[in-house]
């Protein structure tokens, strides 16, 4: 019998132990303590040092970022206050331009592939199978390795002389000539895709394996018996008792994959023709290449309301769920 | 405050002033450079400082970096005012952040005028609105690889001009033999200097002389950019289009391609390991090929930059004339294969072979991106930006007509320059 | 309509017997517990029915049909659990209802059928809450709703109300019974819990080690357990035990033992002839030592009290009878104290005594 402690106990427990000190064995309080003894005063006087920290800690740079973007600031140079000319310089870049939809169509692939892949993956382990431990361990190493190694072994594995894709699809006769993974913008763009979610599917497979762990087996026997075949147990069952993390997991891997800048900086550079850009090469282009510190921090910038409104959305939701 | 506190305060004051004084004073010239892969020029590096003590009595510091960190040390030197007193940076980098950068006409100005002077490309992105504002350290040529085993073999001498280099190219490709091939990727070295061998010697030019217009749309720009196009087509091997700047000397290290611009990199390596013992014998330089308007290159000129927030001007000023003795600058050429002086006089000092011969006859030719307008960082920030590389790329892709492409790099330009 | 056998049933998981040799019929509209302590695989057999385990030995009949390889979806039969396993995201309705969706009921068939149940549990202004709002007997009956609704062949039952604290499974447990009496439908309810088990069932199943020990009414399980065991097991206080040997005088049969010398009456006493001169135990529920009568008659004899329990109703008594301990179960209306010497009585037709190596039942 699972013994769940009964919350009923702890409150009497709490009680007792409120209870416990009576009044007379301490000195009565003065005014101002009075006031601060208050929950309602106590409770922001006691989150006020970490409060304090994020403020200086984000808050700061983010309001300097911010700054910074209404500045044509350059390198080693005080820069002029054009207050929105940045943006809407930005606006007018075709490569800009192309960035956005870029970024957009990287992270929401990527993150489905995630998704579905890391789910799938997940289930796979959560079965009982012989080394399953191993796999489990095995499965996190992409994710060990830092992101510039693999982007380069994976580099390496799309040159076209010496990679190992196309030879191997050419061995198996899938393909009669050497594919040029890098070489144009939709296969480029599908080869970083490749890349960023091998690099980050253990995540979404381990998180969402700790999550299917937690699922009660007897929901799924009552499901069984109810009449659910596998497929309704998993979109009655499965799905609903990971939800949380299965958004929280897709939340930070939204938030990873649009500032994703290793992979792509390595394997195409943006190239060919400025074709594959995400926001953070290109902000990097411009900031660390052309020295446009004040374009390229607006760069990064334009990715910050989109990234609000995709963790604002899902919070709120997740806020108002009853389950 | 009592006066016990405020003596005891004036003197704690007192003491961290003296102190940071002193620890000015005694701290050590710093200078960061890359790391050079050459073991002997390494070495030969590493006892400058021991060298430099003796003749000045100064302390020096070097570091050394990766070279693809030299952008970034550079950007946040200049951003953040701290960090070494000299940097090393290539091609147009001092331009990028001139204001950052202290004035070194009083030890430069001289020094281009001994020895024969600097070769030209130093002024292109050296000299910055009338100033030395980066002093030439060393050279790097970049020059034309090939194969002399291959050429034997189909009869061709090395390539003189870019229709020799096609003809040569279809027909080692017609042979089966190591084919010609040309980065077309998306990096700042390799692809994009390449590119602007091909297109200045077909008389592309950017910018005009003054850089207050854009000249880019032109016959020779349309000339370079259908010979680079058909020698994708017929000569070089399709992959080129996604190497970046190490595939070409890997492909040629490895027996895959036989012919390629690019720095000495591929003759030195292949001396050091015996597999590649054979292909060390075969390696030939010739110069970078001409075109109809003329023979035109690029090469990796490297310099060192004074920030303006160093305490040590006058000791960086010290270093930096040490540095351009003969002595030094053949001195460390003789180690380091890739590497030849900045004066054109100093070349008759170098090794007598082939190579340094070609290497230093190939850095007469040779400017610096944004070539030929005046240095600026309108030109630095189009070598950056990849616009004309990224002009090439969609043509030869043919994603673009050679009009759009032309048209959309001219807008782009237009922009970068501010200029019509 | 629901009657269910079992027939040789056995399961092993790995080299661990869980369920061996199980014959049982539940009758249709029969209440049949399954009793047992942890482990002794009375769940386990609940699950083989329901066809969550799968059969290593015997077989499941339901009506006749074999459900050895029946799905548990095509079993028609409807199980409530321990933790209730309530779909959490799921409204009180929408849980209610979940079966019946699957099975293409139409909506408007959902709804009325949902709601009478919901009537007849009393649970009908919670239809739109989620689980998580809901008290644990709130739980429960939605959990009970949700096997009704169904209208099954079969209830199973494993520990429903173990979750409940205990006046609220007093209470639950009398609902249940009033509903089984108003539905009639065929249950097989598991509980470690013999008064729920005495209470509820129609008849009990006592399983120990795999095993069935003795399958009857509560009140022949009770009066006749068939071995200490069972003995033991059912009845709060515990039946008491004691080494005994067999004595036999003028034709009547005794048990003796340290302190105490209990005779049988002849008409219990069948099997219990050929063990004169041997050990055996003896046992003898609290509530058969009578108190009082007088020193030295037969069955009467002297203990002294070590201990006095009240528990409301009644009083326990931990007595010590010249080193033998016995509990006793007493009016609760008079009054003891520690250490004093008082008489008792014991029955001698409620007497047992139990094979030694055995364990089983000699009378």
Not at chain 2, 93 to 113: F, H, Q, R, Y
Not at chain 2, 353 to 376: C, T
């Amino acid at each position: 019998m699972a013994g769940i402690a009964e919350p009923r106990e702890i409150t009497e427990q709490t009680k007792e132990l409120r209870q416990a000190p009576a009044e007379d064995h301490f000195p009565p309080l003065g005014p101002l303590a009075r006031r601060l003894e208050r929950p309602e005063v106590l409770g922001y006087l006691m989150v006020a040092p970490a409060l304090l920290l994020l403020i200086v800690l984000l808050g700061y740079p983010f309001i300097q970022a911010v700054w910074l973007t209404m500045l044509d600031k350059r390198v080693g140079v005080e820069g002029n206050f054009i207050g929105l000319g940045n943006y809407i310089d930005l606006w007018s870049d075709q490569v800009y331009r192309w960035t956005v939809m870029n970024t957009m169509i990287f992270t929401a692939v990527s993150v489905v592939c995630k998704v579905v892949f890391g789910l799938t993956g997940a289930l796979i382990l959560n079965q009982a199978f012989r080394m399953k431990n191993f796999f489990r361990g095995f499965i996190l190493l992409p994710w060990i390795i830092p992101s510039v190694l693999s982007a380069l072994v994976w580099l390496w594995m799309y040159d076209d002389t010496f990679g190992v894709i196309s030879r191997t699809l050419i061995a198996f006769g899938l393909i009669e000539e050497k594919i040029l993974w890098l070489s144009q913008w939709g296969i480029a763009l599908t080869s970083i895709i490749i890349v960023n979610v091998w690099r980050t599917m253990p995540f979404f497979i381990v998180s969402l394996l700790a999550a299917l762990q937690t699922v009660p087996k007897d929901q799924y026997e009552a499901a069984e018996i109810d009449g659910a075949n596998l497929l309704s147990q998993f979109w009655n069952v499965t799905l609903p008792n990971i939800k949380h993390v299965l958004i929280i997991v897709t939340l930070f891997g939204t938030i990873w994959t649009m500032s994703d800048f290793n992979i792509i900086f390595v394997l195409t550079s943006g190239g060919p023709a400025n074709s594959t850009h995400v926001f953070s090469t290109l902000a990097y282009q411009y900031a660390l290449g052309a020295g446009k510190l004040g374009e390229g921090i607006a760069v990064s910038f334009t990715m910050f309301p989109l990234l609000f409104v995709i963790i604002f959305y899902r919070l709120y939701r997740m806020r108002r769920d009853p389950t | 405050m009592s006066w016990k506190r405020f003596f005891t305060a004036t003197f704690i004051a007192f003491f961290m002033l003296a102190f940071a004084v002193v620890a000015v004073q005694a701290a050590p010239l710093r200078l960061t450079v890359r790391t050079v892969p050459v073991v002997a020029a390494q070495k030969f590096l590493k006892t400058i400082p021991k060298k430099f003590k003796k003749a000045t009595g100064i302390d020096l510091k070097i570091e050394f970096i990766a070279s693809r960190e030299l952008r970034r040390r550079l950007i946040t030197a200049a951003e953040t005012k701290s960090g070494p007193d000299l940097l090393m940076v290539v091609y147009n980098g001092a331009i990028t952040v001139k204001e950052s950068l202290a004035d070194v006409s009083e030890v430069v100005g001289p020094l281009s005028k001994e020895n024969g002077g600097f070769y030209n490309m130093y002024k292109d992105g050296g000299f910055i609105d009338g100033k030395w504002l980066a002093a030439p350290f060393m050279t790097t040529s970049q020059v034309m690889n090939y194969r002399k085993d291959h050429l034997k073999q189909i009869g061709e001498n090395p390539p003189d001009t870019w229709e020799d280099a096609l003809r040569i190219g279809k027909k080692l490709k017609k042979a089966k033999l190591a084919p010609w091939a040309e980065s077309l990727g998306t990096h700042v070295i390799d692809p994009s200097t390449t590119i602007l061998c091909i297109l200045w010697g077909y008389g592309m030019r950017q910018v005009s002389n003054d850089g207050k217009k854009i000249t880019l749309d032109s016959a020779g720009t349309r000339a370079g950019l259908r010979f680079i196009k058909k020698a994708y087509k017929e000569a070089w091997p399709k992959g080129v289009i996604q190497w970046k700047t190490l595939e070409n000397n890997q492909t040629f290290l490895a027996g895959k391609t036989g012919m390629t611009i690019n720095s000495p990199s591929i003759w030195w390596k292949s001396s050091t390991k015996k597999k590649w013992a054979n292909l060390y014998k075969n390696v030939g330089f010739s110069l970078v090929p001409k075109g109809p308007a003329g023979r035109h290159c690029t090469a990796i000129p490297q310099y060192l930059v004074l920030f303006k927030y160093s305490k040590k001007k006058k000791e960086a000023k010290e270093f930096i004339k040490f540095m351009a003795q003969a002595d030094m600058q053949v001195g460390f050429s003789k180690r380091a294969w890739m590497w030849t002086p900045t004066q054109k006089g100093l070349a008759s000092r170098l090794p007598q072979n082939e190579y340094y011969d070609i290497m230093a006859k190939q850095a007469l030719y040779a400017h610096v991106p944004g070539w030929p307008g005046p240095a600026s960082k309108a030109g630095s920030e189009v070598h950056q930006r990849f616009n004309l590389l990224a002009m090439v790329q969609r043509y030869v892709q043919g994603t673009q007509s050679i009009d759009e492409t032309i048209k959309q790099t001219v807008k782009e330009l237009r922009k970068i320059y501010g200029v019509n | 309509m629901g009657e269910l056998v079992l027939e040789k049933l056995g399961k092993n998981f790995g080299n661990v017997v869980a369920v061996k040799d199980v014959d049982l019929t539940v009758h249709d509209q029969e209440f049949v517990v399954l009793l047992g302590p942890s482990g002794c695989g009375k769940s386990t057999t609940l699950r083989l029915i329901a066809g969550l385990e799968e059969v290593t030995a015997g077989d499941i009949f339901m009506d006749g049909r074999r459900l050895n390889d029946v799905l548990p979806r095509d079993r028609d039969i409807a199980m409530v659990f321990q933790n209730y396993a309530l779909y959490p995201h799921k409204t009180v309705f929408a849980n209610m209802g979940f079966a019946l969706k699957l099975r293409r009921v139409p909506k408007d068939q959902i709804v009325k059928r949902v709601k009478e149940v919901a009537n007849i549990l009393g649970i009908d202004d919670l239809m739109e809450r989620f689980p998580k709002e809901l008290s644990g007997g709130q739980r429960q009956r939605v959990a009970l709703g949700r096997a009704i609704v169904r209208n099954p062949r079969a209830f199973l039952f494993d520990e429903p109300l173990s979750n409940l604290d205990a006046m609220l499974r007093v209470q639950m447990r009398v609902e249940l019974l009033k509903l089984h009496n108003q539905l009639n439908a065929t249950s097989v309810y598991v509980t470690h819990d013999q008064i729920e088990a005495m209470t509820m069932g129609d008849r009990i199943v006592v399983m120990l080690d795999a095993v069935i020990q003795q399958v009857g009414t509560p009140m022949e399980v009770y009066k006749k357990p068939i071995n200490q065991f069972v003995a033991g097991f059912i009845g709060s206080p515990s039946m008491n035990f004691a080494p005994a040997k067999v004595g036999s005088a003028d034709g009547k049969l005794s048990l003796e033992g340290q302190g105490f010398k209990a005779f049988v009456s002849s008409g219990c006493a069948n099997g219990l002839g050929s063990y004169v001169g041997r050990d055996v135990t003896f046992g003898v529920r609290p509530e058969d030592l009578e108190l009082g009568g007088d020193a030295g008659m037969d069955n009467t004899f002297e203990a002294k009290i070590e201990l006095v329990e009240p528990v409301g109703s009644d009083i326990f008594l931990e007595l010590d009878v010249s080193g033998t301990p016995l509990t006793a179960r007493v009016n609760a209306n008079l009054s003891f104290s520690e250490g004093e010497k008082i008489t008792f009585t014991v029955n001698p037709n409620r007497v047992h005594a139990f094979d030694v190596d055995t364990g089983i039942a000699i009378l």
